[in-house]
């Protein structure tokens, strides 16, 4: 056919355009073998094509709402204005479309031409790729399947063809079997363009042509920038194009054109650079029998083939009202799943997954996924509000795929994206926590927890179980008339493998959840529990879904007694005397009881600030030690204990506590710190095991006792001290000591609750001894005087003390001299406890009965006169020299001074040195009297007042004048010693001698 005929015939054709429109666009019926894709589009950039098929393989495509249909614009199928179609030749004779009006007689419709509806129906969303089946059949001879695909919003139609030639049918390499597609381009109106042909980036052969931007062609093996607009066939996969064409339109129906379809020989490679009318043709050429598969695209718009194949959802095929995770990908082959290195992780797409039909409503979370270079494969989680069955599909893609949207079972090992949900209960874990706790999602803060607080043994207890989802967020409709078991288990040191591995309930209960619930439910009647549980963990049992659903809580908690109970088997006396009773230190038992059927591991021990002695006071520190041992199910003993002190204890509330049974609770604060009370406070009980007040126990009394003493003279240079003389240092100590199981010592613990008026508190006596001879202790005499002994008055903390100083008692007759005397000490215990070495006495002192003597002296009275002055003591038969009293001292002004005789007148002589002078060997050799001068002869009466008092009349004169005469205070000396001294006169056979000169 000529151009100007073609151009009259379209001219003819565009009168009936109005009706065809009608037809297209869905006014007037179209005959029934037709279908469509994408039946809302193709009249916009973003909605893709139209596309019209039917039986006969003819196509028309409708893009931007008129421009780049196939020839002709405003046709639809079956119209034998459509120069297009899909040919077999076989056997010399030519198949094809029966409304095509080929100018041939050799040209015959197929024998059989179907077309099947599209799946999924229209109007089809972004992404979703739709397909139809043609069946084009001779009889005896070719049969071909060609199924066609097309995804919105892109810009070609995928061909995917079977030719089956049947085993005997003549074929061969001069008798071939031929597949041909051409088409009577329309280039948006243009009906002019220029050929073109080349192998795109993915190494496929593309024919076609295009509109050139500036009126003349300017390459026939490339695509010229600023061309919008090009119609193609381009391969996929199976076999490459055998022969193509790109020239004017009607050179493929005339027999003897190069690229007709209809001659014997195949079409001749042709692509025309002259700017014409054209069309474009691709042949497929068989020489055998056999099944053959290839694909092609015919391109309406951009020849540029999309960077994936498919979008790619992977699900299990099944689903619960729980959450279902299924995962997107985009992937760059057609294999389905797609293999790990070809799926996409560069740039990003985006888009929604979508379940059809709308029932049941299925959530999905995220709305859009994304997936490239962040996240190669974005998890969905769908929610369905009901079963039913849905099938997967997705909208909205940023970028379209070249095959759309695929599934994949991931149960089934097939491609499928049917989904059934069934209406099981939704649950997919639970947790335990205290009534009226804040929940915390674990799952989504793996460090959180839900607090489980300290129980006691005996007390009911109770506590919430939540239901939750696979996410760990709430079951809010999760419902359960049955089936749900809460149980509680021992924690083992070392854990099972799984929450389903526990065995061994220590309690247990069913519950139910109603819709009113919320997903949170307490047990319906709390637990009591008879033992003690250090380390308690709660699983829930969901036999409701299948497999059987076990969930562990995400926190442990104790179970604690509620008290101890602090006894003891051996010191069972409540009183001070009587038996039983023990040694201070020695080893004694106790229990602590915890009160429990069994389960108490714990290891309690004693707060010695609560334990109180026989006057309720709290007991000296340390004296009270041992430690139990760990409680093996109700109570924890001690065979060791010791007391080092006497009388008897009694632990006070919280004396004996255990701070570490709970510790799984203390450490998160499950529980009051540093309380043992089982009053609630905040929903919390006391960490601490703490023991009720006991009985009294006893009773405990000395194990030995020692003696230390000192006796310290009053003159310690001699070692001696006068009788009468208050100045004997008295140092005696007798302790009373606990034992340490060792050999008795006086280094041991002294028992501080021994004090007076304790009762049975042993007798002390102290006794004087002179070389063996007892020795009146009564001698010594003091304000206040000596202790009478014996005595059990004297304790103090376990000490009996005397510390002061003493006078030996002087007798108006003379005694002793006791120079070897000693203070013995001896304790009477109604125990039998003794008096222990290494020592019982004090060392010796000397005790002398002393006297004082004043010699009378003779002398001129032109020479100062000395004063002899000795000091005494009684040797048991005379007075004699002291020669150990260098010790005594007096001054001067304590001699009185009178009687003067003759012509000896008061003051003309005085005493000197005036300052005290002290005895040395027991002799004064200093004292003297001023010589009184020529004519003053005569004598004075010297006395010494050993008095502690002066006498108020009496003189002395240290000076010329006389003043008032002191006391030496030395009253243990007794009479004032006397002396007269005497001027002018002299001694036999004592002779003074003058010299004159």
């Known amino acids: 056919m000529t151009t100007r005929i073609k151009v009259f015939f379209r001219f003819l054709r565009s009168m009936v355009w109005r009706w065809v429109a009608c037809v297209a666009l869905g006014l007037l019926p179209v005959a029934a073998l037709a279908i469509e894709f994408n039946n809302t589009g193709g009249n916009t950039a973003t909605n893709g094509l139209r596309v019209f098929i039917d039986a006969n393989t003819q196509i028309q495509v409708a893009r931007l709402n008129g421009t780049g249909q196939v020839f002709q614009p405003n046709t639809a199928p079956p119209s034998n204005d459509l120069d297009n179609g899909v040919f077999l030749r076989a056997n010399g004779r030519l198949y094809g479309p029966s409304n095509f009006r080929l100018g041939t007689t050799t040209r015959q419709s197929y024998d059989t031409q179907t077309i099947s509806a599209t799946t999924p129906a229209n109007p089809a969303v972004a992404g979703v790729q739709q397909a139809a089946t043609s069946t084009l059949a001779v009889t005896n001879g070719p049969q071909v399947s060609i199924v066609w695909k097309y995804t919105t919003p892109l810009d070609f139609l995928i061909a995917e063809v079977t030719v089956v030639i049947p085993s005997g049918f003549a074929v061969s390499a001069t008798n071939p079997v031929r597949y041909s597609h051409a088409f009577d381009t329309f280039l948006g109106g243009s009906d002019l363009g220029c050929g073109v042909t080349f192998v795109d980036s993915n190494g496929k052969r593309v024919i076609g042509t295009y509109p050139p931007p500036f009126g003349a062609c300017t390459s026939t093996t490339a695509i010229p920038a600023g061309v919008t607009i090009v119609e193609s066939f381009r391969e996929r996969s199976g076999l490459p194009f055998s022969q193509y064409c790109a020239n004017t339109w009607d050179t493929f129906w005339d027999a003897g054109d190069t690229c007709s379809v209809n001659k014997a020989t195949p079409m001749i490679n042709t692509v025309s650079g002259t700017l014409r009318d054209t069309g474009i043709g691709i042949q497929y050429q068989f020489i055998a029998p056999g099944t053959y598969t290839f694909s092609y695209d015919f391109v309406v718009g951009s020849p540029t083939v999309p960077p994936y194949d498919h979008l790619e959802i992977r699900h299990d095929g099944m689903g619960t009202l729980c959450p279902e995770p299924v995962q997107v990908l985009a992937c760059l082959v057609s294999t389905v799943p797609c293999p790990a290195a070809s799926i996409v992780s560069t740039g990003t797409l985006t888009g929604q997954v979508t379940t059809t039909p709308g029932v049941p409503a299925v959530s999905k979370t995220p709305s859009t996924f994304t997936v490239g270079s962040g996240n190669s494969i974005q998890t969905v989680t769908l929610q369905a509000s009901a079963s039913g069955a849905v099938v997967l599909g997705s909208t909205g893609l940023s970028t379209i795929p070249l095959n759309g949207t695929r599934c994949f079972n991931t149960m089934t090992g097939t491609q499928s994206c049917a989904m059934t949900f069934v209406g099981t209960p939704c649950v997919g874990g639970y947790d335990c926590l205290e009534t009226g706790a804040v929940y915390n999602n674990v799952i989504a803060t ?40 809460v149980e509680l288990f021992d924690q083992p040191a070392t854990a099972p493998a799984s929450c389903s591995a526990y065995t061994g309930p220590i309690a247990s209960r069913n519950i139910t959840f109603a819709t009113t619930d919320l997903g949170r439910k307490a047990m319906p009647t ?88 026989h006057n309720n006071a709290t007991i000296q520190a340390s004296t009270l030690t041992g430690a139990f041992g760990a409680a093996t199910g109700v109570t924890a003993t001690g065979n060791s204990f010791r007391y080092t002190d006497v009388g008897n204890i009694q632990f006070q509330a919280d004396a004996v506590v255990d701070t570490a049974f709970a510790a799984i609770d203390a450490a998160a604060g499950d529980c009051v710190a540093n309380s043992s009370s089982n009053t609630l406070t905040g929903g919390r009980y006391g960490c601490n095991i703490g023991s009720n007040a006991s009985a009294r126990m006893g009773r405990w009394y000395p194990s030995h006792y020692s003696f230390s003493g000192s006796l310290t003279p009053a003159c310690t240079a001699g070692g001696f001290t006068y009788m009468g003389q208050d100045a004997l240092a008295v140092n005696l ?228 004048t006389a003043t008032p005469a002191t006391a030496a205070n030395m009253p243990w000396f007794g009479t004032n010693p006397a002396a007269r001294a005497t001027f002018g006169k002299y001694r036999s056979p004592l002779i003074y001698l003058r010299e004159n000169y």
């Open 733 to 960: 100590v007798v302790k009373a000591h606990a034992t340490t199981g060792g050999p008795a010592s006086a280094t041991d613990p002294v028992v501080s609750r021994l004090v007076s008026g304790f009762t049975g508190a042993a007798s002390v006596t102290f006794s004087g001894d002179n070389a063996s001879s007892p020795v009146a202790i009564t001698r010594l005499v003091n304000i206040p005087a000596f202790p009478v002994m014996p005595s059990n008055s004297l304790w103090n903390l376990g000490q009996v003390s005397i510390t002061d100083t003493f006078a030996f008692s002087k007798l108006t007759t003379p005694d002793g001299p006791f120079d070897s005397f000693r203070i013995q000490a001896a304790v009477a215990d109604a125990d039998g406890s003794t008096l222990i070495g290494p020592t019982t006495a004090t060392g010796t002192t000397r005790i002398r009965y002393g006297q004082l003597r004043l010699g009378n002296a003779y002398g001129s009275e032109l020479l100062p006169l000395p004063i002899p002055v000795e000091a005494r003591y009684w040797n048991g038969s005379a007075y004699v020299l002291n020669t150990l009293d260098s010790c005594t001292a007096f001054a001067a002004s304590a001699i009185q001074m009178g009687s003067y005789t003759e012509n000896l007148n008061n003051c003309e002589t005085q005493l000197s040195p005036t300052s005290s002078q002290t005895l040395a060997a027991g002799r004064l050799s200093s004292l003297q009297l001023s010589k009184p001068g020529k004519g003053n002869s005569g004598s004075v009466l010297l006395t010494l007042n050993v008095a502690a008092t002066p006498v108020a009349s009496a003189t002395t004169c240290v000076s010329a």
């Open 446 to 485: 793996s460090t959180g927890r839900n607090p489980l607080n300290t129980k006691l043994s005996g007390t009911p207890f109770n506590f919430d179980v939540m239901a939750v989802l696979a996410d760990g967020t709430p079951a809010l409709t999760y419902t359960a008339t049955s089936g749900v078991t």
């Open 526 to 613: 709390p637990i009591t529990m008879p033992t003690a549980h250090r380390n308690v963990i709660c699983r829930v049992t969901d036999t409701n879904v299948s497999p059987t659903l076990y969930a562990c809580s995400s926190d442990r908690f104790a179970i604690r007694p509620q008290s101890l109970a602090v006894t003891t088997a051996s010191q069972t006396n409540t009183g001070l005397t009587g038996t039983p009773r023990a040694v201070a230190g020695s080893n004694f038992d106790l229990s602590a009881s915890s009160g429990v059927t069994g389960g108490y591991t714990g290891t309690p021990a004693i707060d010695e600030t609560k334990v109180v002695d």
